[in-house]
């Protein structure tokens, strides 16, 4: 596989809240992986980027998508919008769940929400549209399933399930649990609806109550998707558990807003995670995290570098995934951006800080350049880096 430098970079965003910003310049890339990050580095590589003094940050990851068939929406009747997305710098989708599939029954029984779990994780593990990486798969979880199906889809990679259209008054016969625990058992992430109904009409309502009573590990939209909770509800689960919530672009901005201030308070920026819960009733939304990482950067007042670990390190932690950091060892997913002509930002960092989307440059997942120059989605960054000789 091909090598990589990519030098002059003027900013390094790890995707690692701890140290959320590293003094280098340059990242060496072979097979797929980073191998060296470092200062002036001068390793011979098949190709040399110069970015020509723009930021660099991890490939974003969309927390909270829902994939149907390859590039198919049915939920907007559209083909292409993982290629989109991609350029718009996202570089992994986590499926919430193959819920848009036309004419599946809602809720599905047992062995069809098994079975729709199965053909798409199969599907999608031999499709990498546009290079993107998709972790589809995610079981729907209803009455009827058994520890085997757990296992089944275990020895299958698949690492979500999600509760949506569980019945929550059969809750006293304890099978919720029992499925929290098989799903623990084996190293998968149980992820909820959260709020009021989803466009299905047949989601199930869950607010902090239903939360204490199941004790899943990620909330998804927790600020809305598109109808929140309570907002009394959200702040004791900011404040009593230790969930990962999830903000996404199809929910409620004051909600969203409301959480980035529990979350300043409380100091936990690493629970929280940028989805965008699309394709759905909210549409195709392309450039839907570099717009959620403005919004928390400048309304939620939270620095630009940690917003982007929210969309990049938290969500590849949260769902046990290694994916979202730039570091030696790590998959090459980088997205090269930079400020876009008039705006009153200095660089994509500022851009953040003030409000106004960055435009991309470059986009390289496993070690592969998707993008080279510009997106098609954002406008054009004032400065781009390009491909030097040597
Ligand atoms: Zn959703």
């Not at 819920?99 to 029954?105: A, M, R, V």
């Not at 699309?278 to 450039?287: A, L, S």
Request: charged content about 20%.
């Amino acid at each position: 596989m091909a090598s990589i430098l990519i030098k002059n970079i003027g900013t390094l965003v790890t995707g690692k809240l701890e140290s959320p910003l590293r003094a280098a310049d340059s990242i060496f890339i072979q097979d797929g992986l980073v191998q060296a990050i470092g200062n002036g580095l001068a390793q011979a590589a098949d190709q040399v980027i110069d970015a020509n003094g723009i930021t660099a940050i991890p490939g974003l990851i969309d927390s909270h998508s829902h994939p149907s068939i390859g590039e198919y929406t049915p939920a907007q009747n559209t083909i292409g919008w993982i290629t989109n997305y991609m350029h718009g710098g996202v570089t992994a989708l986590i499926s919430a769940g193959e819920l848009h599939l036309p004419g599946l029954p809602l809720p599905p029984d047992a062995r069809t929400a098994l079975s729709v779990a199965i053909v798409t994780k199969k599907c999608y593990d031999n499709l990498r549209p546009s290079g993107v990486k998709v972790h589809a798969g995610t079981l729907l979880l209803v009455p009827g399933l058994t520890q085997k199906d757990f296992d089944e889809i275990q020895s299958l990679g698949i690492k979500l399930v999600k509760f949506i259209f569980y019945d929550y008054s059969l809750l006293p016969n304890g099978e919720a649990n029992r499925y929290v625990d098989w799903a623990h058992a084996r190293g998968i992430k149980v992820k909820i609806h959260s709020g009021g109904v989803s466009r299905s009409g047949v989601s199930q309502v869950a607010g902090f109550d239903m939360v204490q009573k199941i004790r899943p590990d990620i909330i998804g939209h927790i600020t809305g998707g598109p109808i929140p909770m309570p907002e009394a509800d959200m702040l004791r689960i900011a404040n009593e558990t230790d969930c990962f919530m999830e903000i996404c672009t199809s929910g409620n901005y004051r909600l969203a807003l409301s959480l980035a201030r529990a979350v300043k308070a409380n100091g936990r920026y690493d629970r929280v995670l940028i989805g965008t819960d699309t394709p759905g009733g909210t549409g195709i939304v392309p450039r839907g995290i570099l717009r959620e990482i403005a919004f928390l950067s400048a309304v939620g007042e939270i620095p630009a570098e940690k917003s982007i670990c929210m969309a990049t390190g938290n969500v590849g932690r949260a769902h046990d995934l290694n994916l979202g950091i730039i570091e030696e060892g790590r998959p090459a997913d980088i997205v090269l951006l930079h400020k876009i002509t008039g705006s009153v930002s200095k660089d994509a960092l500022d851009s953040f800080a003030k409000g106004d989307l960055p435009g991309i440059s470059y986009v390289i997942i496993d070690g592969v350049v998707q993008v080279a120059g510009r997106s098609q989605q954002t406008p054009p960054p004032e400065r781009a880096a390009s491909e030097s000789c040597c």
